[in-house]
C-alpha cells in the first residue's frame, strides 16, 4: 500500500518562498517515479515537477526557473522548493507517485491528501 503525506504549504505574500514535503515509504520512494500537481478552484489538475529513479526533473514550463524537485535519501522524503511564488501559484498541491516514469501527466496511480498553497 502506497501512502504519501504531504506537509509545508500555508499563505505567503508574492515573492515569498515555500519549501512542500511528502514522506514516503522506503520502497516508493526508491522505485517509482515521484512527482507534484496542482489543482486550482475551477481548473484542471496539472502536473507541476516530476522525478524519476533514473530521469531527471521536469519542470512546467510556468514554474522553471523558480521551482526545484528534490529528494532526500536518508529521509525518504520528496520536496518541492518554490520560489518567486506568483498568486497564480496558488493552488492544492499533491504529491503523486506511480510505478514508471510518468512525467508531467498528471494520471499518476497513488496520490496524497494535498496541501494548500494561497499566495496573495
Known amino acids: 500500500h502506497v501512502q504519501l503525506v504531504e506537509s509545508g504549504g500555508g499563505s505567503v505574500q508574492a515573492g515569498g518562498s515555500l519549501r512542500l514535503s511528502c514522506d514516503a515509504s522506503?520502497?516508493?520512494?526508491?522505485?517509482?517515479?515521484m512527482g507534484w500537481s496542482r489543482q486550482a478552484p475551477g481548473k484542471e489538475r496539472e502536473g507541476v515537477a516530476a522525478i524519476g529513479v533514473y530521469e531527471s526533473p521536469s519542470y512546467a514550463t510556468s514554474v522553471m526557473g523558480r521551482f526545484t524537485i528534490s529528494k532526500d535519501n536518508t529521509k525518504n522524503t520528496l520536496y518541492l522548493q518554490m520560489d518567486s511564488l506568483k498568486p497564480e501559484d496558488s493552488a492544492m498541491y499533491y504529491c503523486?507517485?506511480?510505478?514508471?516514469?510518468?512525467?508531467?501527466?498528471?494520471?499518476?496511480?497513488?496520490w496524497g491528501q494535498g496541501t494548500q498553497v494561497t499566495v496573495s
Open positions: 522506503r520502497y516508493t520512494y526508491s522505485s517509482y517515479c
Open positions: 503523486a507517485a506511480h510505478p514508471w516514469f510518468r512525467g508531467l501527466n498528471p494520471g499518476y496511480q497513488f
